[in-house]
């Protein structure tokens, strides 16, 4: 074997190291990504949110205050945190849909009648939340956003490691058998 022969094999074996090193206290992470993001991916196919309701009638809309103590009393009833995460008001289809700061309820109201047309859990924000990792700060009511920053720097890390390495562990056998044959 002559000198350039053995330094590719020598650098073959380097990222083959690094792959392994890389790979193995990661894949967890990557596995988590993967399902996660494909999950992400069908949400809608697979109903992981609740469909948008429609309203029956087009009268006068109701205020967004009233909307509010609508939503507040209703999950008051199911003995559940009332802090409102965020109102997603659609008028042109008379609906506003609610999400929770504490829970993964999302309740549909119509914007005409005030009456709550669906009240279901939103998975997809669930699997979002692990697929991003900050489930870690949701779990631990973290309000910074330092686990979800970790996990998603070491996994992007990690897996750009694992593309490189990959790549040179399939470029230097090829280069350590054209070199061979000439």
């Not at 914007?111 to 699997?127: F, H, M, P, V, W």
Request: glycine content about 4%; charged content about 20%; overall charge positive.
């Amino acid at each position: 074997m002559n000198q350039q022969t053995r330094t590719l094999a020598k650098q073959a074996r380097f990222y083959r190291r690094i792959h392994k090193f890389v790979a193995v206290p990661l894949c967890l992470f990557m596995l988590l990504l993967g399902v996660t993001g494909l999950l992400l991916t069908w949400k809608s196919e697979l109903k992981f949110s609740p469909p948008t309701q429609k309203s029956s009638n087009k009268t006068t809309l109701i205020s967004l205050s009233q909307i509010e103590q609508n939503a507040i009393h209703y999950i008051d009833s199911l003995q559940l945190d009332n802090t409102i995460n965020r109102i997603d008001y659609r008028p042109s289809k008379g609906i506003a849909k609610i999400r929770f700061e504490e829970h993964f309820t999302e309740l549909q109201i119509d914007c005409y009648s005030g009456k709550i047309l669906s009240a279901k859990q939103r998975t997809s924000d669930l699997i979002e939340m692990i697929h991003d990792g900050s489930i870690i700060d949701f779990l631990f009511k973290s309000k910074s956003e330092n686990a979800k920053l970790l996990y998603s720097s070491l996994a992007s890390l990690g897996l750009i490691l694992l593309a490189i390495s990959g790549f040179m562990l399939w470029l230097k056998p090829k280069q350590i058998k054209y070199l061979k044959r000439h």
